[in-house]
């Protein structure tokens, strides 16, 4: 088990290496930064000075061994645009971007797993192809216009919610929070259900595929056949055999929701890491873009351990496998 | 673009049952690009200027809208060729009740050179100086190089923090023998303050919000309101939502698509000021063959003064103006807009005139016109690319086969500045509120070394408005440089060494019971700002 997690980690390196390759390459062929950065109206004294002050002057090579000498002490170095450490810059972000994934998992989770079982086990009743339609347009909507539709339904029409940002924040166990406000959750309502809706479509097909397909194997029927309840059909043969996929697709879609929240984040001027991504990337903001993206790879990473781990937890046959030295 | 009629109404209908968001005392302005630093010197960007208007004062203000230079810490000056005397406020007192004094101007000066790891200074501003030295604690004589005439308005952009030290340091153009400089960080976090204005700073959240109060012992007149709240709302819909549901009672930078909305709702209204920036195509007049034109045989038809005035014939700015920008914009003829000092009012609007467009290239030896990439930048000014592409058809109606390539800013400039375009888009405002700098830095010839030309890239080149504008730059007069400035616009417009579109619109959006005023330099003036009457 040990020995899988260690060489898992190494693979991560590696990814995390060329990643940075790549964005330094990429950056440097977009363009200079300093010309994004600096007033089009700067004399070229005060664009010298700017290039020498973010170290644009030296080649590339040696900007890319500076910036792998500094990750060696952990430091990711300053962002161009603010110059305080990235890391810093970053960790201020992930709080706003946590809980809105937080509440985006929990509101997507908690409807679309019980919706795609019921959709799943009895799927030719009225209520299952209601769901199902749902979902189609769920996943059809763009994100954006959606957002949009919900701040002019919710925000300017009925008036009931706030149409961006944070809101207050309150500190519980030493986490700053809007999930413990009660202006806080408003502001949280909106993004969350903007998030939700296109992973609850997912999930919900996700689900009902699983189920369907688990309730038709033979362990099913021979469990029917036996007398087994109904409930606990459901709750210890099904539910337990559809938590395979399942976990899959929630690893990832935890990844994607703190990470890729960037179109929510900007609709309802969320203060995450999406939106320090977006306006990054507008100024070329090099380290920024750089730590974001170590950062991505290494949430997906871990996520993807997580999961693997609890694929022995729920599958006994997977840590068989694994105990038996077939890591795979 | 537009919404439709029936949301419309319903938004409209929505916000007459809002009552206010926040008390009287508050005032929630809406801003698209927050300031990147508290700290007065750091960065020399659009939104860090307008917020130290309001927090940490200079000299002396620049008031754009009416030309004229106003006292702030500096109560009078009086200048006798390179020498300018000026007597502080002794009124004016930092938060530890201590009155400004010379050794914080000439900390605060030299600090401009020497703030850490800025990405970008505003060291032009204070590059003719050449001496300051104190005359007792209220008073001080700036010297400078040679005659500076636009020395008061580069020094209102330079907001004076409080010296660590009361000894004053000794000016030079380096370090002034000092090291320490106050960190940026400092700034942020509140601990030092950035210098005597209306507001101060109490709380900054990047990517959040700047929370302002009122300071208590400002020496000049006291803002209306206790409490300014400047929510980042970068996204163009999403700061319009907030202004719509009562969330903020100001926005800035009005998206062109917005206006018609706006302006027919009767709880909120429009506030405009023609903004110096001008909007311009420049032509590459030195490359030879041009980077983006084909079909010439190698030569670069920019070049022939009648093709550039084919050029400009063919551009209808009135259309422009009134379609593309939907009336957000002035048309303009020449460098320098209508109430900015050294404006020629006797420079003829070009006419739009696509038949002589055709006649003049024809006359030029291109019957047939030629092949051409215009280039344009996708996010930078406002409409951008909506209005280089109504330019690439006016072009195309006079023969030229004219294409269009757009890019994002960060991509745009390093391109721009390494010569890769034929006819580009720019802008390029009068950054110190008067004209010399916006000609110095668009007309005059590209010279890096002294800083001039810096803005033109398509490197038009006269030695004739060079003389002019040097002259200019030594003319205390300001009649005489004012005429030395017209006359050489009218060299460019003859010249049509570049494109003049238009004058840019600042707009901004209130509810219609808060007063705001508008600025010219696009800055959010919050200290004017109170209900309406």
């Not at chain 1, 009225?126 to 957002?147: E, K």
């Not at chain 1, 087994?228 to 459901?234: E, S, W």
């Not at chain 2, 375009?421 to 950054?431: E, I, K, N, P, R």
């Not at chain 2, 070394?449 to 200019?472: F, I, M, T």
Request: proline letters at 5%; one cysteine or more; glycine letters at 8%.
């Amino acid at each position: 088990m040990l020995v899988y997690a260690f060489r898992r980690m190494g693979q991560a390196l590696l990814v995390l290496f060329a990643l940075t390759v790549l964005v330094f390459v990429g950056v440097w062929m977009i363009g200079n930064p300093a010309d994004a950065l600096i007033s089009p109206d700067a004399s070229m004294a005060e664009r010298e000075a700017a290039i020498r002050a973010l170290g644009l002057d030296k080649p590339l090579w040696q900007q890319y061994l500076d910036f792998v000498g500094g990750l060696m002490q952990g430091d990711f170095g300053n962002s161009f645009i603010y110059r305080e450490p990235v890391t810093q810059i970053l960790a201020s972000r992930l709080g706003a971007s946590l809980e809105l994934a937080f509440a985006a998992f929990v509101l997507a989770v908690g409807i679309s797993v019980p919706l795609g079982l019921y959709a799943g086990l009895y799927p030719d009743t009225r209520l299952s192809q209601a769901i199902m339609g749902f979902s189609l347009i769920g996943v059809s909507i763009p994100q954006f216009w959606q957002g949009m539709v919900l701040i002019i339904l919710f925000g300017i029409w009925l008036a009931v919610l706030p149409v961006g940002g944070r809101g207050d924040t309150a500190t519980v166990f030493g986490i700053t929070s809007s999930l413990f406000t009660l202006d806080g959750l408003m502001h949280l309502l909106l993004p969350a259900v903007n998030m939700a809706l296109l992973k609850m479509s997912l999930l919900i097909r996700v689900t009902r595929a699983a189920v369907m397909e688990v309730k038709g194997l033979d362990y099913v029927r021979f469990a029917r056949a036996k007398g087994v309840r109904p409930y606990r059909i459901v709750t210890k043969h099904i539910l337990g055999n559809i938590m395979l996929p399942l976990l899959t697709v929630l690893g990832i879609e935890i990844g994607n929701l703190v990470a890729y929240a960037v179109i929510t984040e900007t609709v309802f001027s969320w203060p995450g890491l999406g939106r320090l991504l977006i306006s990054s990337i507008q100024v070329l903001d090099r380290p920024v873009i750089i730590a974001y993206l170590c950062f991505t790879a290494l949430l997906f990473i871990v996520l993807n351990l997580i999961v693997d781990i609890l694929y022995t937890v729920v599958d006994p046959r997977v840590r068989d496998a694994i105990h038996s030295g077939g890591a795979k | 673009m537009k919404m439709s009629g029936a949301a419309s109404v319903a938004i409209i209908s929505a916000c007459a049952f809002f009552g206010t968001s926040a008390t009287a005392q508050e005032l929630r302005v809406g801003i698209a690009a927050e300031p990147v630093a508290i700290d007065p010197h750091f960065f020399r960007t659009g939104p860090n200027m307008s917020l130290r208007e309001n927090i940490s004062d200079a000299l002396v203000y620049n008031n754009q809208t009416t030309g004229t230079i106003e006292p702030r810490l500096a109560s009078s000056w009086e200048v006798d060729g390179t020498e300018w005397r000026f007597d502080l406020n002794p009124d004016a007192v930092f938060a530890d009740g201590k009155a400004v004094s010379a050794a914080d101007v000439i900390f605060s000066l030299c600090r401009v050179r020497n703030v850490p790891d800025s990405p970008g200074t505003f060291m032009s501003f204070i590059e003719t100086i050449e001496a300051i030295r104190p005359e007792g604690e209220r008073s001080l004589v700036i010297s400078t190089k040679g005659p500076d005439p636009v020395l008061l308005e580069s020094l209102s952009t330079i907001g004076i923090v409080q010296a660590p030290s009361d000894e004053p340091l000794e000016y030079d153009e380096a370090d002034c023998g000092n090291s320490d400089w106050l960190s940026t960080q400092a700034f942020n976090n509140g601990s030092i303050e950035a210098g005597i204005g209306p507001y101060r700073v109490t709380s900054y959240r990047r990517g959040i919000d700047t929370v302002l109060e009122r300071n208590d012992n400002y020496y000049g007149e006291a803002p209306h309101y206790q409490r300014v709240v400047l929510q980042a709302i970068p996204e163009n819909g999403a700061r319009i939502a907030a202004l719509l549901s009562g969330g903020v009672d100001v926005i800035d930078a009005v998206p062109v698509n917005a206006i018609d909305q706006i302006y027919d709702n009767e709880n909120l209204q429009l506030v405009s000021a023609p903004a110096s920036r001008l909007i311009f195509f420049a032509f590459d007049q030195e490359g030879e063959p041009s980077p983006k034109i084909t079909g010439t045989d190698g030569k670069n038809p920019l070049k022939d003064v009648r093709v550039r005035k084919a050029l400009n014939l063919a551009v209808n700015r009135a259309q422009l103006v009134s379609t593309t920008m939907d009336g957000i914009a002035e048309e303009a003829s020449s460098i320098v807009m209508a109430n900015i000092f050294g404006a020629n009012p006797d420079l003829p609007r070009i006419p739009f005139d696509p038949a002589q467009a055709r006649e003049l290239l024809a006359e030029a030896g291109y019957e047939d016109g030629f092949t051409m990439t215009i280039s344009a930048p996708s996010d930078r000014y406002r409409n951008d690319t909506e209005v280089a592409q109504s330019v690439t058809q006016m072009l195309a109606a006079v023969g030229i086969d004219v294409s269009l390539e757009t890019y994002p800013q960060s991509v745009y400039f390093d391109r721009a500045n390494r010569f890769e375009y034929s006819m580009y888009l720019g802008g390029a405002g009068a950054d110190t509120g008067e004209g010399l700098s916006q000609l110095l830095n668009l007309v005059h010839t590209r010279d890096p070394e002294r800083g001039l030309g810096g803005a033109n890239r398509g490197r038009y080149s006269s030695e004739k408005v060079d003389g002019l504008l040097q002259e200019a730059l030594v003319t205390l007069d300001p009649e005489a440089r004012r005429a030395l400035l017209q006359e050489a616009q009218a060299v460019v417009y003859e010249d049509h060494g570049y494109m003049p579109l238009y004058h840019e619109v600042a707009v901004w959006a209130a509810r219609a019971d808060v007063h705001f005023e508008p600025n010219a330099g696009q800055y959010n003036i919050l200290y004017t700002a109170r209900p309406a009457e």
